[in-house]
T-cell receptor, first 115, second 113 residues
Framework: GENVEQHPSTLSVQEGDSAVIKCTYSDSASNYFPWYKQELGKGPQLIID?????GEKKDQRIAVTLNKTAKHFSLHITETQPEDSAVYFC??????????????FGTGTRLQVTL | EAQVTQNPRYLITVTGKKLTVTCSQNMNHEYMSWYRQDPGLGLRQIYYSMNVEVTDKGDVPEGYKVSRKEKRNFPLILESPSPNQTSLYFCASSLSGYRNEQFFGPGTRLTVL
């Protein structure tokens, strides 16, 4: 099955700095790569995703890059703010729309943005 | 408001006492699933359902049961809970399959003594 590794497990940055979280996966057939943010006491929430036909995607201060050859993808958060403090999960899936493919999550990164 | 609801939010029980955690979504989603979250292990899928009356095992199905008799509900059943099932449980739904955004419920923290 799919194996997803996520690093680092914890990350502390100063407000205004950038944060980068990286995930690697094993199945070259994987084609959908979402990132979820989990705030304290809440369920994970999708913040950005990328599909295998795209190398990079941006949404304001958040960006995701995908390197299919190396089988890794990264989450970039620029100009970090205290409200970015949360646990971030990468995930990987493969299969066509509506098919019974699997969504495998990374182990999570706890991001702390300090003042 | 579009949402996934879970009940109860917190539960402390004893070994062997059957329990059910309910999950309901109001978005007419076809796909629903259950995850457990444990420190250092991330989110692991327990069971999923592609549609009504269609369920299948995820990565860690042992000790759990599910049913999908209605589109909106997907209860998780622990017939004989054990301490290793102490965890944080999340229900999620999506329009169809895993290439769509998963909407997660608020979580159920279960402690089995």
């Amino acid at each position: 099955g799919e194996n997803v590794e996520q690093h680092p497990s914890t990350l502390s940055v100063q407000e205004g700095d950038s944060a980068v979280i990286k995930c690697t996966y094993s199945d070259s057939a994987s084609n959908y790569f979402p990132w979820y943010k989990q705030e304290l006491g809440k369920g994970p929430q999708l913040i950005i995703d990328i599909r295998s036909n795209v190398g990079e995607k941006k949404d304001q201060r958040i960006a995701v890059t995908l390197n299919k050859t190396a089988k890794h993808f990264s989450l970039h958060i620029t100009e970090t703010q205290p409200e970015d403090s949360a646990v971030y999960f990468c995930a990987v899936t493969h299969g066509g729309p509506g098919t019974a493919s699997k969504l495998t999550f990374g182990t999570g990164t706890r991001l702390q943005v300090t003042l | 408001e579009a949402q996934v609801t879970q009940n109860p939010r917190y539960l402390i029980t004893v070994t062997g006492k059957k329990l059910t955690v309910t999950c309901s979504q109001n978005m007419n989603h076809e796909y629903m699933s259950w995850y457990r979250q444990d420190p250092g292990l991330g989110l692991r899928q327990i069971y999923y359902s592609m549609n009504v009356e269609v369920t299948d095992k995820g990565d860690v199905p042992e000790g759990y049961k599910v049913s999908r008799k209605e589109k909106r509900n997907f209860p998780l059943i622990l017939e004989s809970p054990s301490p290793n099932q102490t965890s944080l449980y999340f229900c999620a739904s999506s329009l169809s399959g895993y290439r769509n955004e998963q909407f997660f419920g608020p979580g159920t923290r279960l402690t089995v003594l």
